[in-house]
């Protein structure tokens, strides 16, 4: 709790002093302090179990305190937020601890004209408990299928698949827990519509379109985060500088684990290379093929419910899940490893027994990409 609110008293001196004798680049400055926090705190001040435990309350903490710096510079906000109203919103009592991520102006939005339905809670909970249920329960009929010894080829990506689906259940878990506290704390009120916060949508991480799909539905929030003050901050430098760059500091955030930067960077360069070679033959071949669907004006000659189209993106969607399942196999839930997070040993070993089948895979797409 104490390097979370001095995290938090120290972030708004920080932006104080940048206000006052800068008036400008507070988001970079910021970020960049911010990020040094936390690889300081987790080299040098903090046992590494302990920081595994609290290091995603600490990235909430950044995220939001980032945000208020770019939104102060953007002129999103027009002046700084006193101490109270920044302080209520980094600890927010729905958001500080699961998440979501939400933005200034939506914290600021929930003290307008309050609304509390009860019938909001009677609506969602039962959907959240049942989807814990079902999701638990399909983790454990994976685990049961694949609990048997062999050394095969397909054994080995059954079990895989298998520690891959298990993280994702637990990801999945935490996601609706930040739903439900931040709906009961205000958040995720529309005028005329019901009561939603869309954290993250498993059906279209679990049977994929593509990458760039997974991570935008991965995580809705933080995803729009890395857009609004990474990506698009970064943009001048070029495309690929910007997609590194968003990973990169989605790295810093996660803490410096040689397994989250290893999947992200990887992450990355895959969804880079899915971009432009999907990019490429919808060019080709006039196809609704791109990582997102198109929308049904687009200029393609073979649309979306074509028999060749829905083949192909059917089977670029395999790809996807292949690829999910290689960068997941080392996110063993029942490791000792997890308590204090993973090192490169352990993630080069998993990946090993694999053969790198996925990175190879990687590779001879962006020859095909080149040679098309």
Same mark, same amino acid.
């Given at each position: 709790? *104490? ?15 940048? &206000? ?7 988001? /970079? ?37 980032? #945000? ?34 939400? /933005?200034?102006?939506? %914290? ?34 994976? !685990? ?12 080995? =990506? @059954? ?6 689906? #298990?993280?994702? &259940? ?7 827990? #930040? ?14 519509? /019901? =009561? ?21 539905? =991965?995580?809705? /929030?933080?995803?729009? @985060? ?6 698009? +901050? ?36 895959? +969804? *880079?290379?899915? %971009? ?37 993106? !059917? ?10 399942? %290689? ?16 090192? %490169?040993?352990? +993630?080069?070993?998993? @990946? ?7 990175? @190879?895979?990687?590779?001879? +797409? ?7």
């Amino acid at each position: 709790m *104490y390097y979370i609110v001095g995290f938090t008293v120290g972030a708004y001196l920080c932006l104080f002093l940048v &206000s006052r004798l800068l008036k400008k680049h507070r988001g /970079p400055i910021v970020g960049m302090a911010s990020v040094a926090f936390l690889i300081v705190c987790e080299l040098c001040f903090v046992n590494r179990t302990e920081w595994h435990k609290i290091r995603g309350a600490q990235m909430l903490v950044a995220m939001k305190v980032i #945000s208020v710096a770019f939104d102060t510079d953007f002129g999103a906000l027009q002046c700084l937020p006193s101490p109270a109203e920044f302080t209520g919103y980094v600890l927010c009592v729905g958001t500080c601890v699961f998440g979501p991520w939400v /933005p200034y102006r939506d %914290y600021i939005s929930i003290f307008n004209k309050p609304l509390w339905v009860s019938t909001a809670a009677c609506d969602l909970y039962p959907h959240v408990t049942y989807s814990f249920l079902e999701l638990c329960q399909t983790s454990l009929r994976i !685990m049961q299928i694949t609990d048997r010894s062999g050394t095969t080829i397909m054994h080995l =990506w @059954w079990i895989a698949y298998r520690d891959a689906l #298990s993280f994702r &259940s637990s990801h999945y878990f935490i996601c609706f827990l #930040s739903e439900a506290s931040a709906i009961m704390s205000g958040f995720g009120h529309h005028e005329d519509e /019901p =009561w939603s916060l869309s954290v993250a949508r498993p059906q279209f991480i679990e049977i994929p379109r593509s990458l760039v799909q997974v991570v935008v539905y =991965w995580n809705v /929030p933080m995803h729009n @985060w890395l857009k609004n003050y990474v990506f698009r +901050t970064t943009k001048p430098l070029g495309s690929f500088a910007a997609i590194l760059s968003t990973y990169a500091v989605s790295s810093l955030l996660h803490g410096l684990n040689f397994q989250l930067v290893a999947v992200l960077l990887s992450l990355g360069a895959y +969804t *880079y290379v899915e %971009y432009v070679l999907r990019q490429k033959l919808a060019t080709v071949f006039g196809a609704c093929i791109q990582v997102r669907p198109c929308r049904r004006d687009c200029s393609h000659r073979n649309k979306e419910k074509r028999l060749t189209v829905v083949l192909g993106n !059917m089977g670029l969607g395999l790809v996807a899940m292949f690829h999910l399942s %290689y960068l997941g196999v080392m996110f063993d839930m029942s490791s000792k490893l997890q308590e204090e997070g993973y090192n %490169y040993a352990h +993630t080069l070993a998993k @990946w090993s027994v694999l053969g790198y089948a996925s990175h @190879w895979i990687a590779l001879g +797409t962006y020859i095909f990409y080149l040679l098309v």
